[in-house]
């Protein structure tokens, strides 16, 4: 930037205190008070799960308090300094550094959804196209993966069938972390490869596509969400994994159909059937409670396990290999030359270009 104005130290103290009051940080301070309060309870852990979502929310607001107290104090440092600093270039990247803070505080704005800070389940279904669409899947769970790491995010795979030469088939993986589903719920849809197929023998161009679904995951399931007995079709399934991890060599596994939407959702996670076949049910419940949150139900197709046809006309981002390499976002037009730094999982662009337009 040129040098540093006072327009400019104004302008950023007036943002941020337009973030701060947009996330009702002193109704949320109150709400801190009686989550600590609840946290001090004899009993409080006896209830793992709810005493985890309770830690969590006091975490998350915690770091919203201390982030705007600190960015606060940073800004208004600033200022008193540029009034007697005299070299006011000298001031500039201290002001970039405090801007870019600012900025990186303000997408806090656009996750206060009821889920936002939910952790999710991320599941990947190959497209058409075999053998090309199971390698494909496996690139996206890779860079998913990556981009968890760089968030610091953590994830385990839950459910997984290989493909039937390589790659894999569809898998669904944990992901814990901090706005999880609000930073990524937009990846959701179809996304399609084009390049040059390794297994092609021709070296023929060739279009693949494979659909990712986010889910969240609802730690405590709303009771008025009941489910029939005469809704459900049960059936126990053998566990897949892909090559050079562990399978399950019993039928502990479950599957479960909801026959009025065709949702089907698996659990293999635990040993014991009755405990998949609860976390199945937990799984599917929050299947509908998306829905019913957002009131689409004509999404169901979208949302339920065996997944949107993931083929042309339907996808929500494309990667170009050859004969040029692109990546583009057909619903932000955000755009990157660079397919390689993408797939390496460096989507905060993409993420949070889409994050501003919901």
Known sequence: M???????LENTKRLLESIINSLKLTEKEQKLKELEKDSLKTDFWSDNVQAQNTMKQIESIRKEKDTSTTLTNDIDSLIELYEIEENKEQLTEEYNNIHS??????????????YDNNNILLSIHAGQGGTESNDWASMLLRMYQMYCDKKGWKYEIENAVSGTETGISSITMRITGEYVY???????????????SPFNAQGLRQTTFAGVEIIPILEKIDTDIEIPENDIEFKAVRASGPG????????????????PTGITVHSSTQRNQLQNRENAMNLLKSKLAKILEEERIEEIDQIKGNYKQASWGNQIRNYVLHPYKLVKDLRTNIESSNPQFILDGNLDEFVEAQLRIQ
């Not at 050079?244 to 026959?259: R, W, Y």
């Open 2 to 8: 040129n040098t540093l104005t006072k327009k400019d």
């Open 101 to 114: 803070r600012i900025k990186d505080f303000e997408k806090l704005k656009f996750l206060s959804g009821k």
């Open 182 to 196: 609000g930073l990524l719920k937009e990846e959701h849809g179809t996304h399609r490869l084009v390049r040059i």
């Open 244 to 259: 050079g991890q562990k399978v399950n060599k019993t039928s502990s596994a479950v599957q479960i159909t909801h026959t």
